[in-house]
């Protein structure tokens, strides 16, 4: 029966020509109550890969929810192939087409920016200019281009003076997460309105803020399919074009969590750093001096409401484990503190799953910052990746206090 699902996925995949639709298309949850079950599940996410069929939540333990986007035509063989293995099965999303219409008819006018709404990739751009120069603390620069030649930006804020150490952060380095460069520019927004938390976070450090760092990606959610992942740089004579950049860092790159099907969600390129975007942000911390200049990393991811720690690709802990997990615990209690969203926190094969080369891995060992994060934001599930934009400022306050919150102990426990 795989077999027969993956010929059609694959014959879709190459016959698509417009921008995909997700008509009737459901997200199922699954919870695996065995090893033989979980296995099931893994054995299924590795055969089947396109449009079709796709995990929005990866089965990686037993008792660990995974959901699944299935289409219409493939729901009942899905169904009944789960259900000769005796797998229950709960429906988190009814028609995720309907998610998404939901979304885009609130979108504004992509001329005029607005953080309560989602914001294409150049009315993005634009606000990078355009924040800089409405904000005295604020300048604008570039890591570089991406694959197809748009700008990495960000934005530094500082108040000035010397010997402060950096905490860089970012959004989007999956293309489908849109709630992510929404929520990391309203932070931007918070860090410039000189409150007394702002304040006191810039007198600590300078911040370097990343919208979007997977722009070819995200505007392709725009353009093509909205449940793109990826970056947008061919494979070779493959017709599966992307790399998962947050598979692309060097460290523990290739292993566990990780694909080498180039049609894979999870693929992890041909090598470490084989994508621009992934070179640019390990070349940026870099040149701000790496861990000696740079206090902490934040990755913001949606969804599952996680505040992780290294590592993802294995099982040991990182030296400084206890303190890293300390700050995830005082942003998490910060957070919830808001409006009661609660995340786990701990590691990030402990919390979710193995994935070898990761951001954050790579940000802690191979580039010695002390506090490295990877964060998946709200929700638990309803919406997945079509968080409603009525949820981008709770989104940004809860985050906001979160960021405080941790930037508080991280100063006051640097070695």
């Known amino acids: 029966m795989i077999r027969g699902l993956l010929f059609i996925v694959l ?4 016959c698509l020509a417009e921008k995909v639709r997700y008509d009737g298309y459901q997200v199922l949850r699954v919870t695996p109550k065995t090893e033989n079950e979980l296995n099931t599940l893994k054995n299924l996410e590795s055969s089947l890969l396109g449009e079709q069929l796709s995990f929005w939540r990866e089965p990686t333990y037993v008792d660990r929810p995974v959901d699944i986007m299935v289409s219409p035509t493939l729901r009942e063989d899905v169904v009944r192939l789960l259900g000769r293995r005796g797998i229950r099965l709960s429906t988190m999303v009814e028609d995720v087409q309907k998610d998404t219409d939901e979304v885009e008819a609130n979108l504004r006018p992509q001329a005029d920016f607005d953080y309560n709404n989602y914001n294409d990739i150049d009315t993005i751009e634009q606000w990078v200019a355009d924040f800089a120069a409405a904000n005295s603390v604020v300048t604008a620069g570039s890591m570089g281009t991406s694959y197809e030649g748009r700008q990495l930006n960000y934005v530094k804020i500082s108040s000035g003076g010397s010997g402060k150490k950096a905490v860089v952060f970012h959004g989007g380095i999956h293309a489908r997460e849109w709630v992510t460069p929404a929520t990391v520019m309203y932070m931007a927004k918070y860090l410039a309105d000189g409150s007394a938390d702002a304040t006191r976070l810039l007198s600590y450090f300078d911040f370097y803020i990343v919208p979007v760092m997977n722009p070819d990606g995200y505007a392709y959610t725009w353009t093509n399919d909205r449940m793109w992942r990826k970056t947008r740089k061919p494979n070779g004579g ?3 074009v992307g790399t998962d950049p947050n598979r692309n860092f060097a460290t523990g790159w290739g292993g566990g ?13 041909s090598e470490a750093f084989s994508e621009v975007e992934t070179s640019a942000i390990r070349d940026f911390v870099g040149g701000l001096g790496g861990g000696s200049g740079v206090a902490m990393y934040i990755d913001y991811h949606a969804y599952s409401q996680y505040w992780m720690t290294p590592y993802g690709y294995t099982t040991t802990r990182p030296a400084n484990y206890d ?4 700050g995830a615990k005082a942003a998490c209690d910060a957070l919830t503190a808001v409006h009661g969203t ?3 926190y701990g590691s990030v094969i402990e919390v979710i799953y193995q994935a070898s080369g990761g951001s954050s891995d790579y940000m802690y060992e191979g580039q010695g910052v002390q506090y490295a994060y990877a964060l998946e934001g709200r929700d638990t599930g309803r919406y997945g990746f079509q968080l409603p934009a009525r949820q981008i400022q709770p989104s940004a306050e809860e985050n906001w206090a979160a960021l405080v919150a941790v930037c508080d ?3 006051a426990n640097l070695s």
Request: contains cysteine.
């Open 323 to 326: 303190q890293q997990y300390a």
């Open 342 to 344: 609660r995340y786990q």
């Open 238 to 240: 493959s017709f599966c």
């Open 409 to 411: 102990y991280v100063y």
């Open 11 to 14: 014959c879709a995949a190459v």
């Open 257 to 269: 969590g990780s694909s080498g099907s180039v049609c894979s969600d999870t693929y992890r390129g």
